[in-house]
C-alpha cells in the first residue's frame, strides 16, 4: 500500500526551529518529486517547497532562506527543515508525491507557532 506520513510537528515559540519528515511506504521516492503544502487556518493549502528526484530544490517566497527540504533516499524519506518560525508559519503540514498516475497526500502534522 502507497502511503506518505508527515511527523514532527508541534508547538513552538517564534524564533525557534522544526525539523518535519515525510516518509513512504510502498513506493521508492528516489525516482519521484516531493513537495510541501501547508494550510493555515481558515485558509487555502499553500505549495511550500519541492525536492526533485535530482535533488534540485525549489520554495515559496514566504519560507526562502528560512526552510530547507531535503531527502535521504537510504530512509525513503523527505525532510523539511524550518528555522526561524513566524507566526504565519502556523498550519497543517502535508507532503505530496504523484507515483504511476495517482497523486499520494500524506495525513498532514500540525505546526503552531505561538509565544
Known amino acids: 500500500q502507497v502511503q506518505l506520513v508527515e511527523s514532527g510537528g508541534a508547538l513552538v515559540q517564534p524564533g525557534e526551529s522544526l525539523r518535519l519528515s515525510c516518509a513512504a511506504s510502498g513506493f521508492t521516492l528516489s525516482a519521484h518529486a516531493v513537495r510541501w503544502y501547508r494550510q493555515p487556518p481558515g485558509e487555502d493549502r499553500e505549495w511550500v517547497a519541492a525536492?526533485?528526484?535530482?535533488?534540485?530544490?525549489t520554495y515559496a517566497d514566504s519560507v526562502r532562506g528560512r526552510f530547507t527540504v531535503s531527502r535521504v533516499n537510504a530512509e525513503n524519506t523527505v525532510y523539511l527543515q524550518m528555522n526561524k518560525l513566524k507566526p504565519e508559519d502556523t498550519g497543517v503540514y502535508y507532503c505530496?508525491?504523484?507515483?504511476?498516475?495517482?497523486?499520494?497526500w500524506g495525513p498532514g502534522t500540525q505546526v503552531t507557532v505561538s509565544s
Open positions: 505530496f508525491a504523484h507515483y504511476r498516475t495517482h497523486d499520494y
Open positions: 525536492v526533485g528526484s535530482d535533488f534540485l530544490t
